[in-house]
């Protein structure tokens, strides 16, 4: 990347009091070593790498932190979460509200329910 050396020259006059820049255009201009630190780490700062992943604490975190036991009827939505460092995670999405909880995975009608459902899915493997 090349740096316009007039365009930070005159952006440094602007922005920085009169004393630290060289007035007098016959003279060189002299800067102070605060403001040749700055720029560096300004230059420094513009040349790293910028990470798109999450930070780690959010990415293993576990969802549910507690859960209730809720009768089936209370519910409209299941969802199955398996995350590394966490035990097997099922939040339910309410009728009423549509506010989002954890279900205990050993209520028994949920037990049940996946135990329906993994039949459904080795009679369906089987009839193909």
Request: net charge positive; glycine share 0%; proline share 6%.
């Amino acid at each position: 990347m090349r740096v316009n050396l007039t365009l930070c020259r005159r952006f440094l006059e602007s922005q920085l009091p009169w004393n630290l820049l060289a007035s007098d255009p016959r003279k060189p201009p002299t800067m102070d070593l605060r403001v040749l630190t700055v720029m560096a780490l300004l230059t420094l700062a513009m040349h790293t790498h910028v990470s798109d992943a999450k930070p780690i604490s959010l990415v293993e975190r576990c969802w549910c932190r507690t859960t209730v036991a809720m009768p089936q009827r209370n519910i409209r939505e299941l969802r199955f979460l398996n995350t590394p460092n966490c035990s097997f995670q099922v939040i339910a999405k309410l009728k009423k509200n549509n506010r989002e909880v954890c279900i205990d995975p050993k209520t028994k009608w949920l037990q049940q329910y996946l135990k329906n459902a993994l039949e459904k899915i080795k009679a369906k493997k089987q009839s193909n």
